[in-house]
T-cell receptor, first 112, second 111 residues
Framework: GQQLNQSPQSMFIQEGEDVSMNCTSS?????WLWYKQDPGEGPVLLIA?????ELTSNGRLTAQFGITRKDSFLNISASIPSDVGIYFC????????????FGTGTRLTIIP | KAGVTQTPRYLIKTRGQQVTLSCSPI?????VSWYQQTPGQGLQFLFE???????NKGNFPGRFSGRQFSNSRSEMNVSTLELGDSALYLC??????????FGPGTRLTVL
């Protein structure tokens, strides 16, 4: 089946630092989505990417759709305490049937 | 516009019982998907309904079932609960595109 490999698994950073994470697959996708999940809550959609090479920003967040269509990247600039959480990449099934495959997640912790 | 709502938020059941979870999608969204999230397996797709029809199904046993009503609200049912069914069950709605919006989830604990 289609799998999304997300790295790193966890990050420990200081407030104000920039963050980078990525998601790779052996399969080609036409859409990449990035979600953030807080403890005990559902994932919240941060950014959606629809075109290879596309670079999209949402405030301090910037995501890119890889040229090969097999990967995507998420960057967070000048991290703040509320950025703490788990970030997931996701991509719809290549069969276009609404099934989302999720990455394993990157847990972001900010060290005081 | 109101987001996806799920009820109940928390549920405790014992093995062998059955449970029904409810999801109300964002107004105008016709697609509802269900996911199971556990620490060990991550987010796993259960099934997706569109216009009252199951359009796709994940690799879960037949004890997991769902349905969608004419107003797009959806329910999922788990029969003969097992300890391993303890999880956060998430519902997501979509107009008919790739962007799925999630509810807060129902935390099910099976004792």
């Amino acid at each position: 089946g289609q799998q999304l490999n997300q790295s790193p698994q966890s990050m420990f950073i200081q407030e104000g630092e920039d963050v980078s994470m990525n998601c790779t697959s052996s399969s080609i996708f036409n859409t990449w989505l990035w979600y953030k999940q807080d403890p005990g809550e559902g994932p919240v959609l941060l950014i959606a990417l629809y075109k290879a090479g596309e670079l999209t920003s949402n405030g301090r967040l910037t995501a890119q759709f890889g040229i090969t269509r097999k990967d995507s990247f998420l960057n967070i600039s000048a991290s703040i305490p509320s950025d703490v959480g788990i970030y997931f990449c996701a991509a719809p099934s290549s069969f276009g049937n609404e099934k989302l495959t999720f990455g394993t997640g990157t847990r972001l912790t900010i060290i005081p | 516009k109101a987001g996806v709502t799920q009820t109940p938020r928390y549920l405790i059941k014992t093995r062998g019982q059955q449970v029904t979870l409810s999801c109300s999608p964002i107004s105008g969204h016709r697609s509802v998907s269900w996911y199971q999230q556990t620490p060990g397996q991550g987010l796993q797709f259960l099934f997706e309904y569109f216009s009252e029809t199951q359009r796709n199904k994940g690799n879960f046993p037949g004890r997991f079932s769902g349905r969608q009503f004419s107003n797009s609200r959806s329910e999922m049912n788990v029969s003969t609960l097992e300890l391993g069914d303890s999880a956060l069950y998430l519902c997501a709605s979509s107009f008919d595109g790739n962007e799925q919006f999630f509810g807060p989830g129902t935390r099910l604990t099976v004792l």
